[in-house]
């Protein structure tokens, strides 16, 4: 049988998480993400992903330790940082670091540990490098601050702003993971080769780069400047847009036919964080109208908000840089690529599809 694209077509069993496209629900090991963002930690959504239930107290002080514990670069990484040249995007550069991870102690099978040491050093990676290219010193990481205060920390100097790590928080355990995505499906595949983790997360950072995936959030926030800026009116624009066969960035999703419900989440945190806001107020228009124009234009398509959306727009809050949108997702889906890599280990069949030869033969 053939689906290009793979549509529709189930490539594992997992018990990592459920994406129900139809409802418009997401389940992290069996609980619903709507429930988990209520007062819990990047911290103890990640041993869930990890460990499949929550912790305890005491194995979630074990794990905060452990991550602060690898909350270093080693020497090489750091002297890789300052030399690639500094136009070489941010993914490209997170991807050529996490290869330099020391790797006589990631061979087969890969471990937690391992995805442990990998979440805690993505958000340090990041902030160091941004700091380089900007000429700024960098900042050594806190031994007291959580995961994402500790991200903010580095990037900005300073300690966070409550609100802006909250809502950077939320985002991050919404974006932690996603059932068989692009990414996580490179990840899987490189680990069924029975190659170590740090290749599966390569080959997962490598896929997650490109703009109809981690890509989409800068494209998304494009767009709302090109509406901002356009003599014409708002739909006049999001018309011409679909007509001329164009892609509206935070829109449309292969699993969900309804409303993705991390947009709808973040939405609300966004509406709570910013109250009045012009963007806020563009957003939502947006939103309203090109839904209205793609069921008009692309009858048929299911095509609504997907998290991306309002992913740029919580960054565009907290007065994120562009650049950073997709490595902060990378630092958020590390935690699910790696649970991936594990649970593919346990149970190891190499993945091999096949093609159908379409081209000549002499
Ligand atoms: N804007 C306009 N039309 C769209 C959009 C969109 N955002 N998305 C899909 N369509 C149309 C396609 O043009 C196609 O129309 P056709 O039947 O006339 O050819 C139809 O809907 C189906 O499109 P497919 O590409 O087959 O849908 P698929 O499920 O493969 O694509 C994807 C999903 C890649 C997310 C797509 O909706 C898209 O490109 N969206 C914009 C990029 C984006 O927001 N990506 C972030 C996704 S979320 C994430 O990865 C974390």
């Known amino acids: 049988?053939?689906?290009?694209?793979?549509?529709?077509?189930?490539?594992?069993?997992?018990?990592?998480?459920?994406?129900?496209?139809?409802?418009?629900?997401?389940?992290?090991?069996?609980?619903?993400?709507?429930?988990?963002?209520?007062?819990?930690?990047?911290?103890?959504?990640?041993?869930?992903?990890?460990?499949?239930?929550?912790?305890?107290?005491?194995?979630?002080?074990?794990?905060?330790?452990?991550?602060?514990?690898?909350?270093?670069?080693?020497?090489?990484?750091?002297?890789?940082?300052?030399?690639?040249?500094?136009?070489?995007?941010?993914?490209?550069?997170?991807?050529?670091?996490?290869?330099?991870?020391?790797?006589?102690?990631?061979?087969?099978?890969?471990?937690?540990?391992?995805?442990?040491?990998?979440?805690?050093?993505?958000?340090?990676?990041?902030?160091?490098?941004?700091?380089?290219?900007?000429?700024?010193?960098?900042?050594?990481?806190?031994?007291?601050?959580?995961?994402?205060?500790?991200?903010?920390?580095?990037?900005?100097?300073?300690?966070?702003?409550?609100?802006?790590?909250?809502?950077?928080?939320?985002?991050?355990?919404l974006t932690l993971e996603h059932g068989m995505n692009a990414s996580t499906f490179s990840a899987r595949v490189t680990a069924s080769t029975e190659s170590e983790m740090i290749s599966g997360i390569t080959s997962a950072i490598g896929t997650m780069k490109g703009p109809l995936h981690g890509g989409a959030p800068a494209g998304v926030l494009a767009f709302l400047e090109e509406i901002d800026e356009s003599e014409d009116s708002t739909i006049e624009c999001i018309r011409k847009k679909i007509i001329k066969g164009e892609r509206l960035m935070g829109f449309g999703h292969r699993v969900y036919k309804t409303l993705d419900p991390r947009a709808a989440a973040l939405k609300a945190k966004l509406m709570e964080l910013v109250g009045e806001d012009r963007w806020l107020d563009l957003a939502i228009e947006v939103e309203e109208l090109s839904i209205k124009a793609l069921e008009e234009l692309k009858p048929g398509r299911s095509l609504y908000t997907n998290v991306e959306f309002y992913a740029a727009a919580i960054m565009k809050a907290i007065h994120f840089d562009p650049a950073l949108f997709t490595p902060t997702f990378t630092a958020s889906r590390v935690v699910g690529w790696s649970a991936h890599v594990l649970e593919q280990a346990e149970d190891n069949t190499i993945y091999r599809p096949e093609s159908t030869y379409i081209g000549p033969k002499y």
Not at 33 to 58: C, M, N, Q, R, T
Not at 72 to 81: A, G
Not at 90 to 110: D, H, N
Not at 121 to 140: M, N
Request: charged share 25%; net charge negative; glycine share 6%.
């Open 1 to 173: 049988m053939f689906s290009k694209g793979l549509k529709g077509i189930i490539a594992a069993e997992t018990m990592i998480s459920q994406v129900d496209g139809e409802n418009g629900e997401l389940l992290y090991r069996g609980y619903e993400i709507k429930d988990l963002v209520k007062g819990k930690s990047f911290e103890e959504i990640a041993y869930l992903l990890w460990y499949g239930e929550l912790p305890s107290s005491e194995q979630l002080d074990e794990l905060k330790n452990t991550l602060i514990k690898n909350r270093y670069l080693p020497e090489h990484m750091i002297k890789i940082l300052t030399t690639l040249p500094a136009e070489m995007d941010l993914m490209s550069v997170i991807r050529t670091c996490i290869s330099a991870e020391g790797l006589q102690e990631y061979g087969w099978k890969p471990t937690v540990e391992q995805a442990i040491r990998l979440t805690s050093i993505i958000p340090i990676i990041i902030s160091y490098r941004t700091r380089i290219v900007r000429g700024q010193e960098i900042i050594t990481p806190s031994l007291e601050l959580g995961h994402v205060a500790n991200y903010l920390y580095m990037l900005e100097g300073k300690l966070p702003n409550a609100a802006h790590c909250e809502a950077l928080e939320m985002y991050m355990i």
